[in-house]
């Protein structure tokens, strides 16, 4: 079946840093992938919609400038949290949607644990 | 923002039993899809139901839709220990013109299944 890697799974950083995470879609192609943010115990809360070739649209309240998401290719988004701060600590989740057609399920990626000191 | 709720929050079980979850939305979907997550992991895909289906089987899984009532349900029959995990309901659609909703997923609140052996 369709496989996402998210990479890395866990980040400790400092207060400052700016931190990538990686979402790869392993053995198809992906023009639309997404991210999510997860607090503990809550459910998922999607942050940006990543698309190939364009900018990425961001849902209401999140902060463009905050989450730098690139989707330069077909397998490949990543998300960018810079000069996180403790505020920016979350389980944070990528997907793709396997095509073709809009009735497909999304695939996730196991996650990031951003810890920021 | 959250689409719909779940109910029960949490449900807690013996092996063997059946547990049923169930989900309510509030705007019209193309899909509905059901979701397991493991602590601290990734969400896998479980089910897809569209909107013109009324049931839908997956092994020990059995979902169905009542777009009537905006409600779906999920039941895990002889349920085992291994499915302890949070489950999530997220619905699809409609993917009207505009393209920022094609492909997103609105997701409910979850419900913490405990399968105790």
């Not at chain 1, 961001?58 to 730098?68: N, P, S």
């Not at chain 2, 002889?78 to 995990?85: H, K, L, N, V």
């Amino acid at each position: 079946g369709a496989v996402v890697s998210q990479h890395p799974s866990w980040v400790i950083c400092k207060s400052g840093t700016s931190v990538k995470i990686e979402c790869r879609s392993l053995d198809f192609q992906a023009t639309t992938m997404f991210w999510y943010r997860q607090f503990p115990k809550q459910s998922l809360m999607l942050m940006a919609t990543s698309n190939e070739g364009s900018k990425a649209t961001y849902e209401q309240g999140v902060e463009k400038d905050k989450f730098l998401i690139n989707h330069a290719s077909l397998t490949l988004s990543t998300l960018t949290v810079t000069s996180a701060h403790p505020e920016d600590s979350s389980f944070y989740i990528c997907s793709a949607r396997e095509p073709p057609g809009r009735n497909q399920p999304q695939h996730f990626g196991d996650g990031t644990r951003l810890s920021i000191l | 923002s959250q689409q719909g709720e779940e109910d029960p929050q949490a449900l807690s079980i013996q092996e063997g039993e059946n547990a049923t979850m169930n989900c309510s939305y509030k705007t019209s979907i193309n899909n509905l899809q059901w979701y397991r997550q493991n602590s601290g992991r990734g969400l896998v895909h479980l089910i897809l139901i569209r909107s013109n289906e009324r049931e839908k089987h997956s092994g020990r899984l059995r979902v169905t839709l009542d777009t009537s009532k905006k409600s779906s349900s999920l039941l895990i029959t002889a349920s085992r220990a291994a499915d302890t995990a949070s489950y999530f309901c997220a619905t699809g659609g409609p993917f009207n013109a505009g393209g920022t909703s094609y492909g997103k997923l609105t997701f409910g609140q979850g419900t913490i299944l405990t399968v105790h052996p």
